[in-house]
């Protein structure tokens, strides 16, 4: 070994100093290269950081239940939840779980307070009531409602049946013909957090077209007929439910669905007693000027 290491020694010549010199330049010339190449890549850092930081912008809204409400009277909610609805037969465990969260007593008068966790309709003014919770939970139950959905309400009332809806779906369109009572409603819902839910004051006759086609469609006054424009927006594979019949007389809940090529059919689900849906649907039934 060490004959080799001599022999090795032997052939190495001197390196003029301008040569090595030369080496030098070079090396550093190319670390400065990478030194460039690598300060180049880092504004791109940021980029995708504030990419994906518009994408968690994008998530869609959710209710926030920071109001001091949903910690209010949970007892009596829990208690509607299994004593009327669950014994029902309402499954659904998202259904079940909107109904232990939303506080229905914020969505009555406050003298009617006391009386928000019985299963039974109360009248909110104007001619118009918030609906019988079991009858909420089984309307809410029919649609089969997905986090990815997007819902249409025809008569928003105090805006009870919309947050219930709004605690399952992605979002929710409801539309209250009586002004008032959809500017109160639209405040309540603000007010407890509910970002997923727009109300506007028309006539749900004729649904919100611009939001359309809806994964499902819900209707909380009776009518004698179904309107056309309700099935034209509601989506293939979609689901809608209302109460047809006599304003003042008998009444059944309808649970109509569209497939895929748009073939629509009804099943008449449960017999109800709802408020008079008021507007064109009125003149839809009188017959032709002749």
Request: glycine share 6%.
């Amino acid at each position: 070994m060490a004959a080799n290491h001599s022999r090795l020694s032997a052939k190495l010549m001197p390196v003029p100093l301008c040569l090595l010199m030369l080496a030098v330049i070079s090396l550093g010339a190319g670390l400065l290269a990478f030194a460039a190449e690598d300060k180049e890549a880092e504004p791109n850092q940021p980029k995708q950081k504030q990419k994906a930081a518009k994408k968690k912008e994008k998530k869609p809204p959710r209710p926030d239940h920071s109001h001091p409400a949903f910690t209010e009277r949970t007892k009596e909610r829990n208690r509607l939840v299994s004593r009327w609805i669950e014994r029902q037969g309402v499954r659904d465990p998202n259904v079940l779980r909107a109904m232990r969260t939303v506080p229905r007593h914020e969505f009555v008068r406050p003298g009617d307070s006391r009386r928000a966790y019985g299963d039974h309709p109360i009248p909110i003014g104007l001619g118009q009531t918030i609906s019988q919770p079991y009858i909420v939970a089984y309307m809410t139950e029919a649609l089969k409602l997905k986090p990815d959905h997007k819902v249409l309400e025809v008569g928003t009332g105090s805006g009870y049946q919309a947050a219930v809806c709004a605690e399952i779906a992605q979002q929710v369109y409801t539309i209250e013909i009586i002004e008032e009572l959809a500017k109160s409603a639209k405040k309540r819902l603000k007010d407890l957090g509910y970002p997923n839910v727009s109300v506007k004051a028309a006539d749900g006759y004729f649904g919100w077209p611009e939001h359309a086609p809806f994964d499902a469609i819900i209707v909380t006054a009776a009518a004698g007929l179904v309107p056309p424009p309700l099935i034209e927006q509601l989506k293939p594979n979609g689901r809608m439910i209302l109460p047809l019949g006599s304003p003042y007389g008998s009444q059944t809940l309808v649970l109509i669905t569209k497939d895929e090529k748009g073939e629509v059919r009804s099943k008449a689900v449960l017999p109800v007693r709802f408020v008079p849906m008021t507007g064109h649907i009125l003149d839809s039934k009188k017959p032709p000027r002749k």
